[in-house]
């Protein structure tokens, strides 16, 4: 059952109810046609009819009460009390009394139910007992007018009238009705669009209160009437805000406090509040990570709420939260994805994604690759055990991070071969370093580890690309290991 549906239910138990005490009060209508007879009035009447009309009104209110009792919205209860007004009308006109916008009365009344029915109803049973009385009154009548030759000349003249009149009445009332029925269905209408844009404001500001504890910071930027609300605070105050000279909210100049010195350029640039609409547009969120001091890293996100049809946002959400453990959670990730298990080397996947960046950009004058390779590595497998040959691999990964330090960096790429990248005026010396480290080892399965070392420097060959100098110095490598 929609509103409209339950308004039109409870209007007709009201209407009915008060029906009743109409009914209950039309009782009078005996006692009030004595009083004429006695004052004179009413010559043709009886104290008969009087007593017969109020009679007749008691049974039908009390019929009509209990029906009220039980079928309180019932279509059968409104047709009862309709038709025993119109009775009553038609009773009152049958025993002479002169009687003319009464006969109206009953389907006026009836649009109080906002049922087109039941005004139907009403205005057809109306005038079909307002013809029936007239006609059965109209040799009496006739008799007191000498102006009407005969009987059906009195009738054809005043059933004229009626009939006019009830044309002129059913048109007005029907109107009247229509627009009434109308306006209650656009008042409902309304009504049902407020309670749903009541309750999906009520949805988002339930949401709001959630987000409000899922994050650090939640900042309701209205761009509509340029007014902030954190909220976060107890008392949820708005802020004005001055887009010709305000360039960041009163939430961001306080955490700007916080931000590290080396991206506040960036964090101001982010949250500079005169371009966030134009950025935001047609976007649901855009985000950046900062460091703030104290915590660690957070994340800055401006979320659309509300916007115009061609996605320009009205109303946004300005959210931070900590995301320190998940960016140390990422890093470790990284790390791992980038690191050979066994050496704690960078892995092949790392060589490959700094060779992709070299290529991009411009080598510098003292980059120089190598190229490494394990010596008798399958020899050792095949006579001491994988153990001694993975003692061997870790060995070589020791030497290598011992002499290259924060010089460059050292890839593992195979089983027994290895890349570095490394930033020296003197690759020679770098090479023999490694050796000397590779000389001092010593092993529990193998006493020593022998190394074959080639290396192309990008000085000696600057029109080489990366791919050509990697191709020297595994050539370099393995004239070495020759």
């Known amino acids: 059952m929609t509103e409209y549906d339950a308004f039109l239910h409870d209007n007709r138990i009201k209407v009915n109810g008060y029906l009743n005490k109409v009914l209950w009060f039309f009782a009078l209508t005996g006692p009030a046609i004595a009083l004429g007879i006695r004052g004179g ?3 043709d009447i009886t104290y008969t009819t009087c007593i017969l009309i109020s009679a007749v009104i008691l049974v039908m209110s009390l019929i009509h009460l209990l029906l009220t009792k039980q079928y ?20 009152m006109s049958y025993a002479h009394v002169s009687i003319y916008l009464t006969w109206f009365l009953v389907p006026l009344l009836s649009l109080l139910f906002c049922d087109r029915k039941l005004f139907f109803y009403a205005s057809l049973s109306n005038y079909i007992l307002m013809f029936l009385s007239t006609w059965l009154s109209a040799s009496y009548e006739a008799a007191l007018r000498p102006e009407y030759d005969n009987v059906s000349a009195y009738f054809v003249d005043v059933i004229g009238g009626f009939t006019i009149e009830s044309v002129i009445m059913f048109a007005s009332c029907y109107i009247l009705g229509k627009l009434t029925l109308g306006y209650f269905k656009d008042l409902f209408e309304q009504h049902k669009q407020i309670v749903e844009q009541e309750k999906a404001m009520e949805e988002k500001m339930n949401i709001l209160d959630s987000m409000a504890e899922i994050y650090d910071n939640v900042n309701l930027i209205d761009f509509i009437n340029n007014t902030e609300m954190s909220l976060r605070d107890n008392e949820q105050k708005k802020h004005g805000i001055d887009l010709s000279t305000q360039t960041h909210t009163l939430m961001n100049q306080r955490i700007k406090k916080q931000v590290m010195p080396d991206q506040m350029e960036e964090f101001l640039t982010f949250t500079n509040i005169k371009t966030v609409r134009s950025r935001l547009s047609h976007k649901k969120l855009i985000s950046a990570d900062f460091i703030d001091v104290v915590s660690g890293w957070f994340r800055a996100q401006y979320i659309t709420v509300d916007s115009t049809l061609d996605g320009i946002p009205n109303v946004v959400i300005y959210t931070t939260r900590n995301v320190d453990e998940e960016k140390r959670r990422e890093e470790h990730l990284i790390r791992i994805s980038m690191t050979d298990e066994m ?7 790392c060589y490959d994604e700094d060779l992709r960046e070299y290529r991009q950009g411009t080598l510098s004058e003292d980059f120089v690759l190598f190229s490494i390779d394990v010596n008798g590595l399958k020899t050792v497998n095949d006579t001491k055990g994988h153990s001694a040959g993975d003692e061997l691999i870790k060995g070589a990964a020791d030497c290598l991070a011992l002499s290259v330090g924060n010089k460059g960096k050292v890839y593992r790429t195979g089983g027994d071969e290895f890349m570095a990248v490394i930033h020296t005026d003197d690759p020679e010396k770098m090479r023999g370093s490694i050796m ?3 000389a001092e080892w010593h092993g529990i399965y193998t006493e020593e580890i022998t190394l074959s070392i080639g290396y192309a420097a990008h000085r000696d060959h600057p029109d080489d690309s990366i791919d050509t100098l990697e191709h020297t110095a595994d050539a370099d490598m393995y004239a070495q290991k020759e």
Do not use: I, M, Q
Request: glycine residues 0%; aromatic residues 12%.
């Open 343 to 349: 050496t704690r080397l960078f892995n092949r996947r």
């Open 436 to 438: 000397e480290k590779a």
């Open 72 to 91: 309180p919205a019932s279509t059968v209860t409104c047709v009862f009390a309709l038709t025993t007004l119109d009775v009553l009308v038609a009773y």
């Open 41 to 43: 009035v009413f010559r």
